[in-house]
């Protein structure tokens, strides 16, 4: 029999890439980004020019095609793969990322008559401006015993799909009204390669981000009765359609896609998956013990468990939510590469920017060189990871970022070592709270972008935590896990797997190279981590809201 292959799709925040996977041994033999050309949209929206609010993000529904469209035949083709030998697709997507679609699955916002509608577009994973719904929902949910919040770790967080929900309905009850259902983006993106007028939903943004239970099921109409009466019935209208686990075939290619894709059509298509999640299995994890941390934009933590825990600020513990058989714990930080970033574009000098320039390097790069010369501590400096609020253990978008310790001589370096240092204490938070709580953490493997990117941030990691850490050796985990996804869904009977865990064995790969602690820097660190503990709970626990009085101010002299 002829080798086989499989696609794995995954829809990052600013682009989507393609990877042609071969199933025996998970060689990536060839892969392709689109970015996103209308990429995040979070000022105005396209054609019309409707400014949005702060907090927005949002995006554009057909630049998620595009990907299938261009990164899929560039990959076939530069593989020289026979799309006979193709057997299956699987995609992975940011999270909670949604859409309001009509009763055809066609994206609101591609009617011409609602496109000037900033809530008909699709609503980004980082669209924080449902956070007065989610504040409501965490207060109505704890006053009437839900017993769903400790499964969220006590919070429903502004980013998941019920707040959006309830936005929409509070600020355009007519695109609530003409909405047929709400979506995760990747299962409507699964829905235009398979046809199918019955959408399928996963499991896995079901239980993490729209309060799905196995068991239980949706939390009860009462419930979101108490929230709001028009919302009483949403989970059986625009919530509705069948939950179907991980790995499962939501149906099979199109004819019409076939042909865009350069695919031959009838090839299973996995339901849907999220890019941290899919990761796991990508990186070989299939079980507890092992943390993995989904490193790009942000940092999304993921780990397996035999017994549900609670755990303080975790995004979610859903079961079979990663791997079928245990319980699967996320937790977050919502922006990471996001604060390098900002501080590259927007906080350093035009010298650096120059001496990159003339070096022949990027600023990142540069950046990293010069505050490698540094030992832990010599900065001075020390930093709260919150740019885009904290997502895990405080769950709160309000909160902003904070550096302490600035001199007449502190140089651009040390700011940006402060940075990624602030970061890992973040994931030290996560650890921590996993790890005192029953959800062991014995090592931490690595996969995304910084990773690849940045080898200083990477030991600071490991000194912070105290932990070895792997680094994946696949350049897109996420993507060969959904590959792999892909495989499931096309079975060994089609020359690819029948559960995950077979396929991780044989197509998942670990670099020899692992970053491990350095003992007098886990001593600097440790001394570190307990004065960025009590600024942590200073500035994030009530003692001093200054932060969230600072944005009330300024909301009043924005209005
Ligand atoms: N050398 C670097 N060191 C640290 N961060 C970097 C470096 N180069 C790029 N970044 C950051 O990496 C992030 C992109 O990560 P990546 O994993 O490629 O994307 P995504 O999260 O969208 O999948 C950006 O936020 C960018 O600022
Ligand atoms: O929230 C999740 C997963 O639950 C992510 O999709 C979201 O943080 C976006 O991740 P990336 O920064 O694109 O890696």
Known sequence: MSKKYAIGVDYGTESGRAVLVDLSDGTEVADHVTPYPHNVIDEKLPNSGVKLEYDW???????YLDVLTRSVPAVVQASGVDPADIIGLGIDFTACTMLPVDAQGQPLCFNPELANQPHSWVKLWKHHAAQDEANLINEIAERRGEDFLPRYGG???????????????????????????????????????????????????????????????????????ALDPRLENVTQTKLRGEVVALGTKAGELTESMAKLMGLQPG???????????????????????????????????????????????MCGVVEDGIIPGYLGYEA??????????????????????????????????????????????ETGLLALDWWNGNRSVLVDTELNGL???????????????????????????IVDAFHNNGVEVQELYACGGLPQKNRLLMQIYADVTNREIKVADSKQTPALGAAMFGAVAA??????????????????????DTFKPIPENVVVYEKLYQEYSKLH?????????VMKRLRAIREEARH
């Open 57 to 63: 993000a949002l995006q554009h529904p057909q630049d």
């Open 155 to 225: 919070k429903i967080s502004s980013e998941w799909m019920i707040a959006k929900v309830w936005q929409i309905l509070n600020e355009a009850p007519d695109i609530y009204e003409q909405t047929d259902r709400f979506l995760e983006a990747t299962d409507w993106v699964v829905s235009q390669m398979t046809g199918a007028s019955d959408i399928v939903r996963n499991s896995c943004t079901a239980g993490y981000k729209a309060i799905w239970h196995k068991k239980k099921g949706f939390p009860s109409n009462e419930f979101f009765k």
């Open 267 to 313: 090839i299973a298509i996995a339901v849907g998956n999220v890019d941290a999640h899919a990761a796991v299995p990508g990186v070989g994890v299939v079980t507890p013990g092992k943390l993995v941390m989904a490193m790009g934009t942000s940092i999304c933590h993921m780990l397996l468990g035999t017994e549900e825990r609670e755990v303080e600020g």
């Open 332 to 377: 977050g930080q919502s922006a990471v590469g996001d604060i390098f970033a900002w501080y590259v574009e927007q906080g350093v000098p035009a010298y650096v920017q120059a001496a990159a320039e003339q070096e022949g390097t990027n600023v990142h790069e540069w950046l990293e060189r010069h505050a490698s010369a540094y030992k832990p501590g």
């Open 403 to 429: 550096i302490l310790g600035y001199s007449l001589l502190t140089k651009p370096e040390e700011v940006y070592r402060s940075l990624l240092e602030a970061t890992a204490f973040g994931t030290r938070k």
């Open 491 to 512: 079975g060994a009977a089609n020359g690819g797997y029948d559960s995950i865990v077979d396929a991780a064995q044989k197509m998942a790969r670990v670099r020899k």
């Open 537 to 545: 709970d200073y500035f994030g626990r009530g003692e001093n809201d």
